[in-house]
């Protein structure tokens, strides 16, 4: 669908977008082509890395585990719906998306970062559960909870895309097409509208609130409670073991909703776009690279089946 003109004159129909994106300076460009180019690789080869041991241990099969591999196949999507068209604006030197691409990127943006939500609240779950109620474990995670949890989290994610999408189709676009920034964002798309976007902007903050807010709010709580049952612990040796398995998840919530809160519920401004940007690569294209990097870390039984993973592959390679 096109955007159809307000009905004046001097309105033109909008049917592409020109994405100013991070620089104009070709040298820049250039440097950030591989910077980005190399974040991508990392991402991808990371996160499938993950998913191959966990699928490969059999010990790795597990709810925590699970719920991990669901995360990193997520994090695959989710840098795949930006990186690759920022890439290839690079390569081409054609910053133009079009009508239906921006809405199609926007659409697959916030599927799949309201799907990581989910996933973070499941892991801060799981979390929970196994270190304030250990001995019903096995009864509250079965393979069937977590397997509707993981489709609960596909379809809220679906359901949020669709909501804010919606709406998108009726807004007029006037002669302004220049987006100030990498990608199509629904802030940045907002702006440019010369209708009134109020409605756009309410149903922006009711999906922040019920699904975003909410879910951080889930996962605070169970983490309040975590810390709690942890400090009760006398051994240290066993507060140490407990909060290691909870450490890494609490570092990607942070990087992940804090700038992701700051980014869609701040007002937008021509003085902060910079700012903008930062953030915007920091949430969509850092977070997911960090995710498998910080698990595996953190995490011994990750960096045990990387190593067995690696291990099995090193004769193949030199054979």
Not at 217 to 224: Q, R
Not at 284 to 296: A, G, Q, R, V, W
Request: glycine share 4%; with cysteine; hydrophobic share 45%.
């Amino acid at each position: 669908m096109i955007p159809e003109s307000s009905g004046q004159e001097n309105h033109s129909v909008i049917t592409e977008f020109i994405l100013l994106g991070l620089s104009n300076d070709p040298h820049i460009e250039d440097f950030l082509l591989f910077f980005f180019m190399v974040i991508f690789l990392v991402t991808i080869l990371g996160n499938l890395v993950i998913i191959l041991v966990i699928k490969s241990e059999l010990h790795l099969q597990t709810p925590m585990f699970f719920f991990l591999s669901h995360l990193a196949f997520v994090d695959i999507c989710y840098s795949s719906v930006t990186v690759p068209r920022m890439l290839a604006n690079f390569i081409t030197k054609q910053k133009t998306i079009s009508w239906e691409g921006c809405i199609a990127q926007i659409f697959f943006f916030l599927q799949t970062c309201c799907t990581e939500v989910f996933i973070l609240s499941a892991m801060g779950y799981d979390r929970y559960v196994a270190i304030c109620d250990p001995l019903h474990y096995s009864r509250y995670l079965t393979k069937e909870i977590c397997n509707k949890m993981m489709g609960g989290a596909w379809l809220l994610g679906s359901l949020c895309a669709t909501g804010n999408v919606l709406p998108l189709l009726n807004l007029q676009f006037c002669n302004n097409n220049i987006i100030r920034h990498y990608n199509c964002e629904l802030p940045s798309l907002l702006a440019l509208s010369c209708a009134d976007t109020l409605t756009n902007f309410i149903v922006l903050l009711i999906f922040v609130l019920a699904f975003g807010f909410s879910s951080f709010l889930f996962t605070l709580v169970s983490y309040i409670y975590i810390i709690s049952a942890i400090l009760k612990i006398h051994s240290a040796e066993g507060r140490q073991k407990a909060f290691s398995t909870c450490s890494s998840h609490l570092i990607v919530v942070g990087l992940f909703y804090i700038t992701a809160f700051v980014r869609y519920m701040k007002p937008s401004s021509e003085s902060l776009m910079d700012l903008d940007k930062v953030i915007s690569i920091q949430y969509s294209i850092l977070t997911p690279m960090l995710n498998p990097i910080i698990y595996s870390l953190r995490n011994k039984e990750i960096r045990s089946g990387v190593e067995k993973l690696f291990g099995k592959c090193r004769p193949i390679l030199y054979s």
